[in-house]
């Protein structure tokens, strides 16, 4: 007779796990939890907590332990969530009270942190941890108000301390990293701002307050295209950030009124790019390099405009912001040297050329120095009273004038001090002439070599004039009654 199988009914419940086996499940995912922690394995720890919080959700220990976890990952976030909900779960659960206060510090918020801290200290009196932590609480808040001080006097410097201190009680605080941040674009220091902005960014892209203190660094280091870049970001992000509208506007009309200054003196109208740069000038104090290249711009249209004292000042005001602005000092060279200002030329010139060791700056300098070496001496087209390109004949004629006005016997009758200082004249008259009147002397002269090997210390004046008026007999001064009256008489 054939076997018939027979299914037997099965009880639906009895694969079904009782709340003690789920209750003893999550010890067993707790203890491997523990030992991943122990040995600071803290991401498989988070898994097996996770796994134990899945079988006994109502375990306040279990969000204890995982907030923990998430602390020691800088999961500031997640882990006060599962603080606050172990605490919910027991409010005389002391170590939850505890990482929920440690929490609140590390993202910044001292208030928040103090309350939780004290509630410790409610069920413990005697926790060390929670009256040392209540003392950090207090020192945050502190900080942040003088922070808060600082930034209203524009002590941007105190900010960036008081921010550090911060940070060592609230590692996690976005705001703090973020006014620091702000603070040290405001004081030029971009590379340190625009790195911890970076750092703020990578962990979250759409951080307006970040994408702003991008742009704000960008914007104070001239690059005004992409700072408005990062400026509208930040505004779609958040809509009513202020500091970012304010910001994108000021670029906005920095950039627009520099371009309309450029576009005026590229068509030479030197007066209208003057003034368009100045006006430029008001749009932002804050913008140190912006700023620096429109006192320069204004100082070339000033100086096109023959303004060279203004100039110089300009130039001087682009280098007190950007003392590494060798465009401004070249400018500021050359305008010393259109007002003869040889020694300020040369000082400036060996700063260019020190900061960049070019031909063209050596050859700035040189030119420098060798004017300022003529401007040293006697500068015989003015002893004359003749331009630098004037021809024979007008030295010539230069010569005749100033040689009667000095010369020695028209002022016999005159004092002993007048007397003097004519016939020193006459005799610079005479030297100047001897130089100017010979082709090779003069070349010499002119590119600044020295003359003494040319006889120059013992030359005679008299005979300078004689050889110029004729022989002894050919030329006399006579006077009338009148005292000081001259006429000159020719054989």
Do not use: W
């Amino acid at each position: 007779m054939a076997a018939v199988d027979c299914d037997m009914p099965v009880d639906p419940e009895s694969n079904i796990p009782t709340q003690e086996d789920l209750e003893r499940e999550a010890e067993i995912f707790k203890e491997k939890g523990n030992a991943f922690y122990i040995k600071k394995e803290y991401s498989e720890a988070f898994n097996y907590y996770t796994k134990a919080i899945d079988a006994c959700p109502k375990n306040a220990s279990y969000y204890g332990n995982r907030a923990a976890t998430l602390m020691m990952l800088s999961r500031f976030r997640e882990a006060l969530e599962d603080s606050q909900q172990a605490v919910r779960l027991d409010d005389c659960f002391t170590k939850g009270h505890l990482r929920e206060g440690k929490c609140h510090l590390s993202l910044g918020n001292a208030m928040a942190a103090s309350r939780c801290f004290q509630k410790v200290l409610e069920l413990d009196p005697t926790n060390t941890q929670a009256l040392q932590e209540h003392k950090n609480a207090a020192a945050l808040l502190e900080f942040e108000k003088m922070a808060e001080y600082g930034f209203e006097k524009r002590d941007f410097r105190k900010v960036v301390f008081c921010m550090d201190r911060a940070l060592e009680f609230a590692s996690a605080c976005h705001k703090f990293k973020i006014l620091k941040a702000e603070c040290l674009a405001l004081l030029g220091r971009y590379h340190e701002a625009q790195s911890v902005a970076s750092d703020i960014l990578r962990m979250d892209s759409t951080n307006a307050d970040a994408l702003y203190v991008r742009g704000l660094c960008l914007y104070y280091e001239d690059c005004i295209e992409k700072a408005v870049q990062f400026f509208v970001q930040a505004l779609r992000m958040a809509p009513d950030h202020e500091k970012a509208r304010l910001a994108c506007r000021n670029a906005k009309a920095l950039k627009a009124k520099k371009e309309e200054g450029n576009n005026a003196f590229k068509d030479r109208d030197y007066d209208a790019a003057y003034q368009l740069y100045t006006e430029a000038l008001t749009i932002d104090p804050n913008n140190i390099k912006t700023n620096a290249k429109l006192y320069c711009n204004r100082a070339t249209a000033g100086a096109k405009l023959n303004k060279l004292e203004q100039a110089i000042e300009d130039c001087s005001s682009a280098i007190k912001l950007d003392e590494s602005y060798i465009k401004a000092y070249l400018r500021r060279a050359q305008c010393y040297m259109d007002l003869e200002q040889y020694e300020e030329a040369v000082r400036d010139y060996e700063k260019v050329y020190h900061t960049e060791k070019t031909k063209e700056h050596k050859t700035l300098l040189k030119n420098a120095q060798l004017e300022l070496k003529k401007s040293k001496r006697k500068d015989y087209y003015k002893v004359l009273g003749v331009s630098k390109d004037a021809t024979e004949d007008e030295i010539k004629k230069a010569y005749r004038k100033r040689a009667l006005m000095h010369h020695p016997d028209r002022h016999s009758g005159a004092s002993a001090e007048v007397q003097k200082e004519e016939e020193k004249k006459f005799k610079e008259v005479g030297e100047a002439f001897t130089v100017l009147s010979d082709p090779k002397k003069k070349s010499r002269y002119d590119s600044g070599q020295d003359l003494d090997d040319d006889g120059m210390g013992d030359f005679d004046a008299n005979n300078i004039f004689k050889a110029f008026f004729g022989g002894p007999g050919n030329f006399s001064f006579e006077t009338n009654s009148a005292p000081g009256n001259f006429f000159f008489q020719f054989g």
